[in-house]
C-alpha cells in the first residue's frame, strides 16, 4: 500500500468526517435552546484535523523510521569487503541492492515473472525496462535486493493499515464529541495557530541548518588553509603541488572572485536600474492604461526566460557582437568575447523585468492624496514624480534594487557562457572574470570527498556569500526605517 494511496483514503475520510461533524453539529444546534459556542462549520473543521493530522504524522514518522530501520538492517547483512576489485564502500553496495529493488519492483510490476539469480540473466530485464546498473553488481545483491522490497512492502502495509486505523479512531471520537457547547472554535484555531507557528519555526531552523551546515565545513577548511591566505589572497589556484614541495597548500585568494562578483553585478545594475526604473516610472504615472496593460506584460516575459538561455545568448550573439564592433572601431580586438562587459550587459537585461515590476508596485501604491496635493500646489507632473513621488517611494526602491543585486550575485549560468572561469584581477571591463558562485560549482564538480581544502573551499566560498548579501539586506532594512519614519 503505497503512501499516496493511504494519504487519499486519509483525506477521503477526514472529508466524511467534516460533512458528519457539521451536520450533526447543525442538528443538535436546531433542536436545542442553548446558544452555541462554536458555529457548525468549526465543528466539521475540527472533525477533519482529528482525523487526518495524527494519521498523516504517523505515516511521516512510520516511513522515515521503517525506510530506517530497513537500510541499517540491508547494510548489517552486506558480506564484508574483502577483495579491492568489488565493491569499495558499504554505502556504494547499498545503492547497488537499492538500484536492484527497483528494477524488480519494476519487472514485478509488469506481470509475474520468474527472477534470475545471477546478475548477467537479470540485466537483459532489467534493460528492457530501461533500468540500468553498474557493471559491478554482484550476484549476491539480488537476494538481498528481493528481501529489501518484501520488507518494505509488509512496512507500507502495516503503516498504512495502522494510519487507517488512527484515521477512523479519529473520525470517530470527533464526531462523537460534537456537542453544542463544544469548544470546536477554539481547538480548530489552535490547530491552526500552531500549523502556522510550525511552518515559521521550519522556515528560521531550515535557514539555521543551511548556516551550520556551511559553519562547520568552512571551520574544517580554516584548518587547513589560513585566514590570510583565503580573505586576502589576489591568486586563485586550489590546485596542490606535489608533496616534496614548498606550496602544498595551495592558493585560495578570494580577492579575485569577491571582485569579478561585485563587478559583474555592479555592471549589470548599471543597464538594469537606469531602464528598470524609468520603465517603472513610466507605467505608472505616464502609461495609459491601455499602453501599461501590453507593455507590463512583455517586459516580465524576461524574467521568465531560463537563465541558460541568456547565457547562450550572450555566448552566441552578444559576445561575438561586442568583438567585432571593438575590431571595426579600433582594427584590434580590445574587447574579448568572454568579459565583464558582455556578462554584466546580458545580466542586466535579464534583471530589467525585477526592477521596473518591484519599483512599479512601490511607486503604484504611493498614496493618491500626495500627488493631488503636488498638483494642486501647482507643480508639474515631472516635478511631482521628482520631488514628492520617488522620495516616498524611496525605500522601497532601495529595497528592490538590493534585492536585484542580490540577485545578480548569485547568478552562476551567464557569468559561466559569458564571462569565463578565469580567475582574473583587472579593473579592465573588457577581459574576462569570474564569480564566486562559478567557483562553488567547479569545486563541486567530480567525485570528489568533502575532507580535501580544495573541496571545503566551496563551503568558505558560500559562507562569504552568505554574509555578503546579510550586510546588503541589513543595508536595506536600516534604508527603509530612517526615510519611512519621515513619510509616514
Given at each position: 500500500?503505497s503512501?499516496?494511496i493511504?494519504?487519499?483514503i486519509?483525506?477521503?475520510?477526514g472529508?466524511?468526517?467534516?460533512?458528519l461533524?457539521?451536520?450533526r453539529?447543525?442538528?443538535?444546534q436546531r433542536?436545542?435552546?442553548?446558544k452555541?459556542?462554536?458555529?457548525?462549520?468549526?465543528?466539521?473543521?475540527?472533525a477533519?484535523?482529528?482525523?487526518v493530522?495524527?494519521?498523516?504524522?504517523?505515516?511521516v514518522?512510520?516511513?522515515?523510521?521503517s525506510?530506517?530501520?530497513?537500510?541499517?538492517s540491508?547494510?548489517?547483512?552486506?558480506?564484508?569487503?574483502?577483495?579491492?576489485?568489488?565493491?569499495?564502500?558499504?554505502?556504494?553496495a547499498?545503492?547497488?541492492?537499492?538500484?536492484?529493488?527497483?528494477g524488480?519492483?519494476?519487472l514485478?510490476?509488469?506481470?509475474?515473472?520468474?527472477?534470475?539469480?545471477t546478475f548477467?540473466?537479470l540485466?537483459p530485464?532489467?534493460?528492457?525496462?530501461?533500468v540500468?546498473?553498474?557493471?559491478?553488481?554482484?550476484?549476491?545483491?539480488?537476494?538481498?535486493?528481493?528481501?529489501?522490497?518484501?520488507?518494505m512492502?509488509?512496512?507500507?502495509w502495516i503503516g498504512?493499515?495502522?494510519?487507517?486505523v488512527?484515521?477512523?479512531?479519529?473520525?470517530?471520537?470527533?464526531i462523537?464529541?460534537?456537542?453544542?457547547?463544544?469548544?470546536?472554535?477554539?481547538?480548530?484555531?489552535?490547530?491552526?495557530?500552531?500549523?502556522?507557528?510550525?511552518?515559521?519555526?521550519?522556515?528560521?531552523?531550515?535557514t539555521?541548518g543551511?548556516?551550520?551546515?556551511m559553519?562547520?565545513e568552512?571551520?574544517?577548511?580554516f584548518?587547513?588553509?589560513?585566514?590570510?591566505?583565503?580573505?586576502?589572497?589576489?591568486?586563485?589556484?586550489?590546485?596542490?603541488?606535489?608533496?616534496?614541495?614548498?606550496?602544498a597548500?595551495?592558493?585560495?585568494?578570494?580577492?579575485?572572485?569577491?571582485?569579478g562578483?561585485?563587478?559583474?553585478?555592479?555592471?549589470?545594475?548599471?543597464?538594469?536600474?537606469?531602464?528598470?526604473l524609468?520603465?517603472?516610472?513610466?507605467?505608472?504615472?505616464?502609461?495609459?492604461?491601455?499602453?501599461?496593460s501590453?507593455?507590463k506584460?512583455?517586459?516580465?516575459?524576461?524574467?521568465?526566460?531560463p537563465?541558460?538561455?541568456?547565457?547562450?545568448?550572450?555566448l552566441?550573439?552578444?559576445?561575438?557582437f561586442?568583438r567585432?564592433?571593438s575590431?571595426?572601431?579600433?582594427?584590434?580586438?580590445?574587447?574579448?568575447?568572454?568579459?565583464?562587459l558582455t556578462a554584466?550587459?546580458?545580466m542586466?537585461i535579464?534583471?530589467i523585468?525585477?526592477?521596473s515590476?518591484?519599483?512599479?508596485d512601490i511607486?503604484t501604491?504611493v498614496?493618491?492624496?500626495?500627488?493631488?496635493?503636488?498638483?494642486?500646489?501647482g507643480a508639474?507632473?515631472?516635478?511631482?514624480?521628482?520631488?514628492?513621488?520617488?522620495?516616498?517611494?524611496?525605500?522601497?526602491?532601495?529595497?528592490?534594487?538590493l534585492?536585484t543585486?542580490?540577485?545578480?550575485?548569485?547568478?552562476?549560468?551567464?557569468?559561466?557562457?559569458?564571462?569565463?572561469?578565469?580567475?582574473?584581477?583587472?579593473?579592465?571591463?573588457?577581459?574576462?572574470?569570474?564569480?564566486?558562485t562559478?567557483?562553488?560549482?567547479?569545486?563541486?564538480?567530480?567525485?570528489?570527498?568533502?575532507?580535501?581544502?580544495?573541496?571545503l573551499?566551496?563551503?568558505?566560498?558560500?559562507?562569504?556569500?552568505?554574509?555578503?548579501t546579510?550586510g546588503?539586506n541589513?543595508?536595506?532594512?536600516?534604508?527603509v526605517?530612517?526615510?519611512?519614519?519621515q513619510?509616514?
Amino acid at each position: 500500500m503505497s503512501f499516496s494511496i493511504v494519504l487519499l483514503i486519509v483525506v477521503a475520510i477526514g472529508a466524511v468526517a467534516f460533512f458528519l461533524g457539521r451536520q450533526r453539529a447543525a442538528g443538535q444546534q436546531r433542536s436545542s435552546s442553548e446558544k452555541p459556542h462554536s458555529r457548525v462549520h468549526y465543528h466539521g473543521w475540527w472533525a477533519f484535523l482529528l482525523t487526518v493530522l495524527p494519521a498523516l504524522a504517523f505515516l511521516v514518522v512510520w516511513s522515515i523510521g521503517s525506510n530506517a530501520w530497513i537500510e541499517s538492517s540491508t547494510v548489517a547483512n552486506l558480506p564484508p569487503q574483502t577483495d579491492e576489485s568489488a565493491v569499495a564502500s558499504r554505502g556504494l553496495a547499498l545503492g547497488m541492492v537499492k538500484g536492484l529493488a527497483d528494477g524488480i519492483r519494476k519487472l514485478e510490476a509488469a506481470g509475474p515473472t520468474e527472477i534470475p539469480m545471477t546478475f548477467e540473466a537479470l540485466r537483459p530485464l532489467l534493460a528492457e525496462r530501461g533500468v540500468a546498473l553498474a557493471s559491478d553488481t554482484q550476484d549476491y545483491m539480488i537476494p538481498m535486493a528481493i528481501e529489501l522490497n518484501a520488507a518494505m512492502a509488509t512496512a507500507a502495509w502495516i503503516g498504512g493499515l495502522a494510519a487507517l486505523v488512527l484515521a477512523l479512531t479519529g473520525a470517530y471520537f470527533a464526531i462523537a464529541g460534537v456537542k453544542v457547547r463544544a469548544r470546536a472554535r477554539n481547538n480548530v484555531e489552535r490547530i491552526v495557530l500552531g500549523m502556522l507557528m510550525a511552518a515559521s519555526t521550519i522556515a528560521i531552523l531550515t535557514t539555521v541548518g543551511i548556516v551550520f551546515s556551511m559553519l562547520f565545513e568552512t571551520l574544517q577548511f580554516f584548518h587547513s588553509v589560513s585566514l590570510s591566505n583565503f580573505f586576502f589572497g589576489t591568486v586563485w589556484d586550489p590546485r596542490f603541488a606535489a608533496a616534496d614541495s614548498s606550496g602544498a597548500e595551495g592558493q585560495f585568494g578570494l580577492i579575485p572572485l569577491l571582485a569579478g562578483t561585485l563587478y559583474i553585478a555592479f555592471v549589470a545594475m548599471l543597464f538594469a536600474v537606469p531602464i528598470g526604473l524609468m520603465a517603472a516610472i513610466y507605467m505608472a504615472e505616464y502609461a495609459t492604461p491601455r499602453v501599461r496593460s501590453i507593455v507590463k506584460p512583455m517586459l516580465e516575459v524576461l524574467a521568465g526566460i531560463p537563465t541558460i538561455v541568456y547565457g547562450f545568448f550572450a555566448l552566441v550573439t552578444v559576445g561575438p557582437f561586442l568583438r567585432d564592433i571593438s575590431t571595426a572601431i579600433a582594427g584590434f580586438t580590445f574587447i574579448q568575447a568572454q568579459s565583464v562587459l558582455t556578462a554584466g550587459l546580458v545580466m542586466g537585461i535579464m534583471l530589467i523585468p525585477f526592477v521596473s515590476s518591484l519599483s512599479d508596485d512601490i511607486i503604484t501604491a504611493v498614496p493618491r492624496a500626495m500627488r493631488d496635493g503636488s498638483l494642486g500646489l501647482g507643480a508639474t507632473k515631472s516635478e511631482t514624480v521628482r520631488r514628492v513621488i520617488l522620495p516616498a517611494a524611496l525605500p522601497g526602491i532601495v529595497g528592490a534594487l538590493l534585492l536585484t543585486a542580490s540577485r545578480a550575485i548569485g547568478e552562476t549560468m551567464i557569468v559561466v557562457l559569458a564571462a569565463g572561469v578565469a580567475a582574473n584581477l583587472t579593473i579592465n571591463p573588457f577581459e574576462a572574470m569570474t564569480t564566486i558562485t562559478v567557483k562553488i560549482v567547479n569545486q563541486l564538480t567530480g567525485d570528489l570527498e568533502f575532507t580535501s581544502p580544495q573541496t571545503l573551499v566551496a563551503f568558505a566560498l558560500g559562507m562569504t556569500l552568505f554574509v555578503l548579501t546579510l550586510g546588503m539586506n541589513v543595508f536595506a532594512l536600516y534604508i527603509v526605517r530612517k526615510y519611512r519614519e519621515q513619510y509616514e
